[in-house]
């Protein structure tokens, strides 16, 4: 079993940036790709942005337009979520999701780790 702890969400104006961290217990880290999905109320879990084990590959979602940038750190088991330009659309609970294989996915069923989620809320 796979424990993740998200940090890093807050309140933030239009515009603002967060970073989003996601720390994770496993050893091996990086034998596993990352993702981070969110859910605003009312709404379906959709995908954010993934990496690959290694870290070479990313994934995003046209939403993310550039704004968002995924990285890890395997060293210390992290993976971070930069968002910048946040806009209030973006107003969700944000997890990070782990999966036993080193490739990117991009659907909910593919990840068999998440974490409890971190709330961000963007003003207007």
């Known amino acids: 079993q796979v424990h993740m702890v998200e940090s890093g969400g807050g309140l933030v104006q239009t515009g603002g940036s967060l970073r989003l961290s996601c720390a994770a217990s496993?050893?091996?880290?990086?034998?596993?790709?990352m993702g981070w999905f969110r859910q605003a109320p009312g709404k379906e879990r959709e995908f954010v942005a993934a990496i690959s084990g290694s870290g070479i590959t990313t994934y995003y979602a046209d939403f993310v337009k550039g704004r968002f940038t995924i990285s890890r750190d395997n060293a210390k088991n992290t993976v971070y979520l930069q968002m910048n330009s946040l806009e209030p659309e973006d107003t969700a609970v944000y997890s990070c999701?782990?999966?036993?294989?080193?490739?990117?996915?991009?659907?909910?069923?593919?990840?068999?780790?998440w974490g409890q989620g971190t709330q961000v809320t963007v003003s207007s």
């Open positions: 999701a782990g999966r036993r294989t080193a490739g990117v996915a991009t659907t909910t069923l593919e990840y068999d780790y």
């Open positions: 496993r050893r091996a880290f990086s034998l596993y790709a």
